[in-house]
């Protein structure tokens, strides 16, 4: 069974920092290209980080480029997502997706693309 598990969200103040964890179950991980998407409340998904099932290429939302990384270890089949210097516009649920990419290097950006999701973890950033 597929399954990916958020952890790390929490309270920051603003210009604080987070580290997001996904843990993926389910077998093949290094097969699968991942993405952070968020959702605040009262607005839709929105792309926030994406990797290639390799780790390279990435790709990142214009709102969070220069502040968050992406990141992922195949050997411990987990994903992260570094924020610095968070906003309380960061504030929102945090979802880590996966895709099946098994034979391509490409990073997706649009929430349709991807095949499994996890629970979510709250962010929330005070000012």
């Known amino acids: 069974q597929v399954q990916l598990v958020e952890s790390g969200g929490g309270l920051v103040q603003a210009g604080g920092s987070l580290r997001l964890s996904c843990a993926a179950s389910?077998?093949?991980?290094?097969?699968?290209?991942m993405g952070w998407f968020r959702q605040a409340s009262g607005k839709e998904r929105e792309f926030v980080a994406a990797?290639?099932?390799?780790?390279?290429?990435?790709r990142y939302a214009d709102s969070v480029k220069g502040r968050f990384t992406i990141s992922r270890d195949n050997a411990k089949n987990t994903v992260y997502l570094h924020m610095n210097s968070l906003k309380p516009e960061d504030t929102a649920v945090y979802y880590c997706a996966k895709k099946y990419s098994p034979s391509d290097p490409n990073v997706y950006i649009r929430d349709h693309s991807y095949e499994y999701w996890g629970q979510g973890t709250q962010v929330t950033v005070s000012s």
């Open positions: 990797i290639s099932r390799s780790g390279s290429p990435t």
């Open positions: 389910g077998g093949g991980f290094s097969t699968y290209a």
